[in-house]
C-alpha cells in the first residue's frame, strides 16, 4: 500500500495527473514476446511501458516487467532485488510522466530521476 501511494506522489511531483496505471509482471520469454510483437525489437528487456491515455488527459497505462531480467539486472548491478525492483518501477512511472532515455543525456537524467525517487522511498520506510 505504500509503494501505491508513493508512486501516487511521484506522479504529483511530477505535476502529472494520474488516472489508472496497472504493472504486469511477467517472464524474460513473455516480454520479449511482447517486445516482438508490439515493438518489432528481437531482445530481452526489463520493462515495456504502454501510455493508453490521449494527450492532454489524466495518464493511464500499463508497465510490463519480466522478474527474471530484473533479478539478473540485480544480480550484475550488485543490487537487491528489491531495490533493483523499484528501480525498473519508477523507470515506468516516469516514463508515462514524459521522461525519455534514448539518447545518452537522456538515459543520465533518467537514472538521476530513478536514484532520486528510490532516494525518497528509502527515506520514507
Not at 495527473?17 to 525489437?41: G, K, V
Amino acid at each position: 500500500m505504500r509503494l501505491k501511494q508513493f508512486i501516487i506522489a511521484l506522479f504529483r511531483r511530477e505535476k502529472k495527473p494520474l488516472a489508472e496505471l496497472n504493472y504486469i509482471f511477467c517472464s524474460d520469454q513473455r516480454l520479449l514476446e511482447i517486445n516482438r510483437q508490439f515493438l518489432q525489437h528481437d531482445f530481452y528487456t526489463d520493462i515495456i511501458t504502454f501510455p493508453l491515455s490521449d494527450p492532454g488527459q489524466p495518464i493511464s497505462g500499463e508497465i510490463y516487467i519480466s522478474v527474471d531480467r530484473v533479478r539478473d539486472n540485480a544480480a550484475a548491478f550488485g543490487s537487491s532485488i528489491k531495490r533493483e525492483l523499484l528501480r525498473v518501477i519508477f523507470h515506468g512511472a516516469l516514463h508515462l510522466c514524459g521522461h525519455k532515455d534514448k539518447s545518452p543525456a537522456d538515459e543520465k537524467l533518467m537514472r538521476k530521476m530513478e536514484d532520486h525517487y528510490l532516494a525518497l522511498y528509502e527515506r520514507s520506510t
